[in-house]
Every structure is written in structure tokens, then in C-alpha cells.
């Protein structure tokens, strides 16, 4: 079946680390973005990537980095700059950027600074 | 910008209650609107869709209407279950634009 997969569902971080979260889907979908969920705050866009080897800046960019190397993968690392990394990040895809296309999402991967 | 403004939470109800959760949007342009939900500890999935006004998205007793005069998408059922207890967004996404946008999300408890 086709889906996201990401990876590691729970992850901890001591502080000063940089940790990357992996999302990975077979899909075949050209679109891919994180977003940032933190309670009663809903969804942030973090990054997101329209085709390979390209990605723009979401709404909540700094302390973030993004690669697109390769079409079923969108690895997001959280540096040390981040300042309150403590979340659940999502991973999504969609067949394209277009407006009425759905996202399809992954699991989610809660990270915890120590 | 885009901007999504839902119903504050938490909302708790009997089971077989009507549930109405209201979703009020701000964008240019016509947007394609969506209701997701988030189940305990799970990323999110499509519950339903609509793309122009006056369209109806429904999905597992769920409905929602686009209304272009109200700039509304109210996600409504006429009897919840304990199953339906979950975390539910409105969202938009503009015509052309990659990014959706989300509301901040209702948390609905259904009790037996």
C-alpha cells in the first residue's frame, strides 16, 4: 500500500543536538512539506518542497533544515538553533502543488528535548 | 493571507448528539476547504473535501457545505459515536497555492 513512513516515532534530544526526522513516501507524489503541530496552536508550516532539488521556507523556517535530494524523500533536521524544539512534527505529500489536491500524512514523530 | 478560524474546543457530547463544529475562512480567490482529523497519537487524514461553492463533502456520516456568501465550511453529524472522538482541523488552500492553511483544531470527546 502506498503511504508515508516516518521516522522515529518518538524521538528525545538533549539540548544542543541536531536530530533529522525522515520521511520517506512511495507515492510518487512531487510535493512534500513538514509541518510543526504544538497543542492548541494547530498546524505550522515548516518547509516544503514542489520538486526535487528545490524547497522554499514555510511560515516557522528558523532553526530548521530541509534537503530534497531525491523524490520519495524529505528529510527534516532540527539544530541546535531552534529554541523550543519540543513537538510533533508531520511529514505530508501531494501529487502536486495545485490547489484542490489533498495532503496525505504520515504517522508524525514526537520529539522531546531533555 | 489565508487565515482558517474554528470553533475553540474541547467539545464533549453524548453519544447519538448532533455535532455541529464551526469553520470560518479568510482567503482571496476561490479556495478548495477540507475538514481533517487526528485520532490519538496519528498523523492526520482526510475526512472530506470541497473545492467550489455550494459544494457538500461527506464522508462517514460527516457533511460539511461550502458557503461563499459565509465564508463558511461547518463540519456537522447527525449522530456521533465514542468512535468519532478525535481531534478535527479545517483547513484551506488557495487556487495555485501549495501551502494549507490550518485552523487550530477542535477536540471532540464522545461519552457513552
Known amino acids: 500500500d502506498g503511504g508515508i513512513t516516518q521516522s522515529p516515532k518518538y524521538l528525545f534530544r538533549k539540548e544542543g543536538q541536531n536530530v533529522t526526522l525522515s520521511c520517506e513516501q512511495n507515492?510518487?507524489?512531487?510535493?512534500m512539506y513538514w509541518y510543526r503541530q504544538d497543542p492548541g496552536q494547530g498546524l505550522r508550516l515548516i518547509y516544503y518542497s514542489q520538486i526535487v532539488n528545490d524547497f522554499q521556507k514555510g511560515d516557522i523556517a528558523e532553526g530548521y533544515s530541509v534537503s530534497r535530494e531525491k523524490k520519495e524523500s524529505f528529510p527534516l533536521t532540527v539544530t541546535s538553533a531552534q529554541k523550543n524544539p519540543t513537538a510533533f512534527y508531520l511529514c505530508a505529500s501531494s501529487p502536486d502543488h495545485s490547489g484542490a489536491n489533498v495532503l496525505t500524512f504520515g504517522a508524525g514523530s514526537r520529539l522531546t528535548v531533555l | 493571507g489565508n487565515s482558517v478560524t474554528q470553533m475553540e474546543g474541547p467539545v464533549t457530547l453524548s453519544e447519538e448528539a448532533f455535532l455541529t463544529i464551526n469553520c470560518t475562512y479568510t482567503?482571496?480567490?476561490?479556495?478548495?476547504l477540507f475538514w481533517y482529523v487526528q485520532y490519538p497519537g496519528e498523523g492526520l487524514q482526510l475526512l472530506l473535501k470541497a473545492t467550489k461553492a455550494d459544494d457538500k463533502g461527506s464522508n462517514k456520516g460527516f457533511e460539511a457545505t461550502y458557503r461563499k456568501e459565509t465564508t463558511s465550511f461547518h463540519l456537522e453529524k447527525g449522530s456521533v459515536q465514542v468512535s468519532d472522538s478525535a481531534v478535527y482541523f479545517c483547513a484551506l488552500r488557495g487556487f495555485g497555492n501549495e501551502k494549507l492553511t490550518f485552523g487550530t483544531g477542535t477536540r471532540l470527546t464522545i461519552i457513552p
Open positions: 482567503a482571496t480567490g476561490y479556495p478548495s
Open positions: 507515492l510518487n507524489h512531487d510535493a
